[in-house]
């Protein structure tokens, strides 16, 4: 048989199984492959039975197809389970960020442990006044022990020297520092640097002095000081350890909650109002619409005084001795009445706006009007006025007296602040650092000459200023005052910048329109009332500027403020149309035998 005859039978279309049989392969001449082996597997495996019936081809490609798509599902081969490969470790390790929490692996969570795992044992810190005191206080104690212990005498405090003298020696740190003073710079130099330099020092180390070169043998002698650094097994110095040991004042709770709540229908929500005021004799008189309303705080009796007939109420003033009411009207009259009998005694005129201020000395009042102008009444005299004071661009809306130095402080919607001295008709101060309307004024009856006045919502700020320096210029004392305000300033503070009036002391940034202003009688701390857009009621402590407590309640702007005769109790009122009474201030303590002598007396015999 020739080798074309071996090759007829393969393409042959006799049966197709035929052609699923691997021809045996002949070599190409000159090549070097063996040919194909024969069958040397199981024979019973690949036998070619002729008999079987043929292979479908559509049949054959599904099971293919199928047999296919199984291998693609398998992403990595399976190992044999023959044996167990073997893990190689090396010298190296190469971590592979991609895909990690680092939050989990590194513990990077917040103080209340993480949401989708919270921790039952982490006990919330409590966030109430007293807790937030408390933690100030310690924050502030330790910067003091870490200035003392790093620095000492070498670099200044950055403290706030003194905003009062008297005060000075109350802040934290500063009375327990050995910095000298800072020596106050000529109005020729400029304010001097805060910026703490080098100490030429070690600094850095455990017993809080440098290694000594020489042992306590030496030349010196023997150092048979107990106290010193170098035998004190405490890690901070001796210093530092008095600091720590020193009594401190305990930050004072003050109640959150009013311990009095009135409902006062009609009462005006308007930031140019005063509508509110508590008498030297415990009363407290509210202007509600045209009506004047009486309560008295001993025994909680509420008194109509008046009705004003197609009138309304837009101040009310109280005389020093509590015995006579002044009310100013929409259509700017100025009435007084007697408390006591309830009778209208005069009723003035000169205003032709209304009048929202009004403020006692004495026997003079000063009514303040929305025709821009002021007007000093002496009240024994049958004349409608006596002086006429002409300042402020718009309505008057603060005004206030100080009795000491017989000065006159007037706010107005112009965002002016002017002082006059006693009855004079042109004012000695003119300041225009309020960006809004002036209507919260207060003097402190702790420091001569010290005025505190607040701005409305696009200022927000509150002001202190002297009013006993001249305003010609910038002195060497203001500028030592600026410059350690500035220096001790806090988030909330502002920057006096060089073009500031020599009188400014101090500008705070509130967060919140300022609507009233009252100094405690007792003790060296203002409180503050607020609008937009929190209406809360503040007490700062002065000179820091830390606040003591804050208190919320009012839905409405916190418009009014009144204190009373004792000084322990304030009263707020608001558009929400009601009156709250809260404890705020401790009672003044009487110091010395002799006044508590008297005051048991009652009356002399």
Do not use: E, F, K, Y
């Given at each position: 048989m020739t080798s074309k005859d071996t090759a007829a039978p393969v393409a042959t279309t006799e049966g197709v199984a035929e052609d699923a049989r691997t021809p045996t392969l002949i070599s190409p001449p000159e090549s070097k492959t063996p040919p194909t082996a024969t069958y040397k597997r199981n024979q019973a495996d690949f036998a070619y039975d002729r008999s079987s019936e043929p292979v479908d081809p559509s049949a054959l490609t599904k099971a293919l197809e199928h047999f296919e798509r199984a291998g693609r599902g398998q992403d990595r081969p399976i190992a044999s389970p023959s044996r167990k490969r073997q893990r190689i470790y090396g010298d190296r390790f190469i971590p592979n960020r991609a895909g990690q929490d680092l939050q989990a692996s590194y513990s990077l969570l917040h103080d209340d442990a993480s949401p989708a795992t919270p921790s039952r044992s982490v006990k919330r810190a409590p966030h109430n006044e007293l807790h937030f005191q408390r933690t100030e206080e310690a924050n502030r104690t330790y910067s003091a022990v870490l200035r003392q212990e790093l620095f000492e005498t070498s670099v200044p405090q950055s403290l706030p020297q003194s905003l009062s003298p008297s005060d000075s020696a109350a802040l934290r740190g500063l009375g327990r520092s050995h910095t000298p003073p800072t020596a106050r710079p000529s109005p020729a130099l400029p304010a001097p640097n805060l910026t703490p330099s080098t100490p030429h020092k070690n600094f850095f180390n455990y017993s809080g002095q440098p290694t000594p070169s020489r042992t306590p043998s030496s030349r010196h002698g023997v150092n048979l000081n107990a106290q010193s650094d170098l035998y004190s097994l405490s890690p901070i110095k001796l210093n530092s350890q008095r600091m720590l040991l020193s009594p401190q004042r305990t930050p004072r709770a003050v109640s959150k909650v009013p311990y009095k709540v009135l409902d006062a229908p009609d009462l005006a929500d308007d930031f140019y109002l005063n509508l509110v005021d508590w008498g030297s004799q415990n009363i407290l008189g509210v202007g509600l619409g045209s009506c004047v309303y009486m309560w008295n705080s001993s025994s909680g009796r509420v008194t109509k005084l008046c009705e004003l007939t197609d009138d309304s109420v837009t101040s009310v003033s109280w005389i020093q001795r509590g015995s006579h009411l002044a009310i100013g009207t929409n259509r700017g009259f100025v009435q007084i009445w007697d408390a006591t009998t309830q009778r209208r005694l005069r009723t003035m005129t000169g205003h032709s706006g209304r009048v929202g201020a009004l403020a006692w000395n004495e026997h003079i009042l000063t009514s303040g009007s929305r025709d821009r102008s002021i007007y000093h009444r002496d009240v024994r005299q049958p004349e409608q006025w006596l002086r006429k004071l002409v300042g402020h661009k718009q309505e008057v809306c603060g005004l206030k007296w100080n009795n000491d130095t017989m000065q006159l402080a007037s706010g107005g919607n112009d965002n002016k602040l002017m002082v006059w001295d006693k009855l004079n008709a042109e004012p000695t101060y003119k300041w225009s650092e309020h960006q809004a309307a002036v209507k919260a004024i207060s003097w402190s009856p702790h420091q001569r000459g010290l005025l505190a006045s607040g701005g409305g919502t696009a200022d927000r700020t509150i002001k202190f200023w002297n009013t006993l320096i001249s305003s010609n210029g910038?002195?060497?004392?203001?500028?030592?005052?600026?410059?350690?305000?500035?220096?001790?300033?806090?988030?909330?503070?502002?920057?006096?910048?060089?073009?500031?009036?020599?009188?400014?002391?101090?500008?705070?940034?509130?967060?919140?329109?300022?609507c009233n202003l009252a100094w405690s009688k007792n003790s060296n701390e203002i409180v503050s009332t607020h609008g937009y857009s929190q209406n809360q009621i503040i007490v700062w402590k002065y000179p820091s500027m830390q606040q003591v407590v804050s208190l919320t309640g009012h839905t409405y702007r916190v418009l009014y403020l009144a204190m009373s005769p004792d000084g322990q109790t304030i009263v707020t009122g608001a558009g929400d149309e009601t009156l709250r009474f809260w404890n705020c201030f401790k009672k003044k303590e009487r110091s010395g035998s002799l006044n508590s002598t008297m005051d048991k007396w009652g009356v002399i015999r």
């Open positions: 910038p002195s060497s004392t203001s500028l030592a005052a600026a410059s350690s305000a500035a220096s001790a300033s806090g988030p909330g503070d502002v920057d006096l910048q060089t073009t500031a009036p020599a009188n400014l002391i101090r500008s705070l940034d509130t967060g919140s329109q300022v």
